[in-house]
C-alpha cells in the first residue's frame, strides 16, 4: 500500500484518520502491517463452492415470527441521517456518568463474579417492588420479583409461562412490535382488540376474551408505544373488572415508567390484589442500553411458572449488571436524571409537534402524547407508509412505517416518530422532507 502521508494527500484527510484507517483494515484481516516494510493488502484464495441451504426451506417449516420479526426502531443509519425511527432515547438524556462510575464500582467487587440468586439480587427486586408500591407496605412482597434480561426477555418469557402454543393472546392493536414478535415465537394465536386514543373499550375486551377464550391480555396503560395513548381512570377500573370476571391475566408492560411529560400515572398492578396483572418493567431505556435489566412482579402460582421459565432460558441474570443497576437507581443523582429527562423529553415532544404542524401540515397528528417517546401520525389516505419510508430514507430521514405495530389488519397509514432518539436541531428539516415526499 502507499504510505500513510502519500494517502493522507491522496484523500486530503488527516495522517492519524489515515492510521485509524489502517488499522481497521488490519483487525479485518484484509491488511497485515511488515516491519521495515509497510502495509500490504492479504490475499487469500477463494473458494468457489456455495454452500446448498435450499433444503432448510422445507424441514423448517412455517416462519413464527411473521414476515418482520425485528422492527424499524432497530435499523441502523448513519450518523448524518435523522433518525427518527428509534426506539430508546438518545446517550445524552441517559446518565452516563453514573452508569459508568457503577460499572467500574461493580466489576471491583467479588459479589458481581458470584452466581446470584436464580430470582435476582435481593436488594433489586426490593427496589423494583418499592418502586411499584410507592411505600413499604405488605401489598406487593421482595419475593414477587424476578429479574430478567431486559423487557423483551421478559415478554418472551411470560408469554411462554402463561400460555402454551396454539392458545390466544389478546392483544392492544395497535401495539408494541416486540410483543406482536414474542407472542408468535410463543405459538400463540394473537387476538386483536381496538384501541383509541386511550384504552380498548371494555365491552370490546370482554367479548375477544370470551368470543376466543384467551386468558392472556397484552397492554401498555401508559403511554402505549406506539402511540403515546394513556388510560384514563374508568378505563383503568372498568378493564380491570372484565380481566377479574373472566379470570384472567393481564401483563401490563409499563415501558415508559420513567417518560411521564404531563401526567404521572400509577401502574395498574397497584390496583389488583388477587394476581391478575403481572408487570413488567425495564431500565434499559431510562438508565442505559448497557444496563439490559428488568423486573417482572407477579403473584401466586403465574410467578412461579414465570420464574421456572426464567431459569430454565437463562439460568440468571448478569450479577455485574445486576449490581451496576442497583447502584445507579439508589444514588441520590437517580432522582435528578429522571427530573432532568422529562424536561427534556417535553422540550423534544413540544419542539417535534411544533416542527409537524408548521412544516408538514398533510401528516395528521393524532394526539399530543402526554408521555412516551413517540408521536403517533396518519398520512393520507391513498398514501402506502412502508413505501413512504422507504422514500424518507433515500433523503436522509429514518422513520417507522405504521404497518409493523398493528397485530392484524391495518386501519391505515400510519408512521411512528421517535422525539428522544435524535438531534431536535433538525426537527424542522425532517417536517420539510416529510412534507414534500407526500407532494
Known sequence: ??????????????????QRAIATLVADGLVETRPGAGNFV?????????????????????????????????????RETIALHGGYPHMSLMPMREVRSALA???????????????????????????????????????????????????????RALAGPGEPIVMESPTYWGAITAARQAGLVIVPVARTTGAPRPEDLDDALRSSGARLFYAQPNFANPT???????????ILDVIRSRRAFLVEDDWAHDFAIDETPVPL??????????????????????????????????????ANALAVNDLYVSPLLQQ?????????????????????????RDLLVRSVAEHAPDLELTHVPRGGLNLWLRLPE????ETYAARALTRGVSISPGAEWFPADVSGP??????????????AEAAGVMQSLLG
Open 414 to 427: 400510519h408512521i411512528r416518530l421517535n422525539y428522544g432518539s435524535s438531534d431536535p436541531s433538525r426537527f
Open 324 to 348: 451496576a443497576a442497583l447502584d445507579v437507581v439508589t444514588r441520590p443523582s437517580w432522582r435528578t436524571h429522571c427530573t432532568r429527562l422529562r424536561r427534556e423529553l417535553t422540550e423534544r
Open 382 to 385: 391513498d398514501a402506502d407508509a
Open 42 to 78: 492479504v490475499h487469500r484464495p477463494r473458494t468457489r463452492r456455495t454452500a446448498d441451504v435450499d433444503w432448510q426451506t422445507t424441514s423448517l417449516g412455517p416462519e413464527r415470527s411473521g414476515a418482520s420479526p425485528v422492527g424499524s426502531s432497530l435499523r441502523g443509519v448513519d
Open 105 to 159: 464500582k461493580a466489576i471491583r467487587e467479588d459479589r458481581s463474579f458470584e452466581r446470584p440468586p436464580i430470582a435476582g439480587v435481593s436488594e433489586l427486586r426490593a427496589w423494583f417492588v418499592r418502586e411499584l408500591t410507592g411505600v413499604a407496605d405488605d401489598a406487593w412482597r421482595d419475593s414477587d420479583a424476578v429479574i430478567t434480561s431486559g423487557g423483551q426477555s421478559a415478554l418472551s418469557t411470560v408469554f
Open 269 to 306: 398492578a397497584t390496583a389488583d390484589g388477587d394476581g391478575h396483572v403481572v408487570y413488567i418493567r425495564s431500565l434499559t431505556k431510562s438508565a442505559s442500553l448497557t444496563l439490559r435489566v428488568a423486573a417482572v412482579v407477579a403473584r401466586g402460582p403465574a410467578r412461579n411458572r414465570i
Open 1 to 18: 500500500m502507499p504510505s500513510t502521508r502519500i494517502l493522507a494527500e491522496r484523500f486530503t484527510a488527516g495522517p492519524v484518520t489515515v
Open 228 to 238: 403515546g395513548a394513556l388510560w384514563n381512570p374508568a378505563d383503568r377500573r372498568e
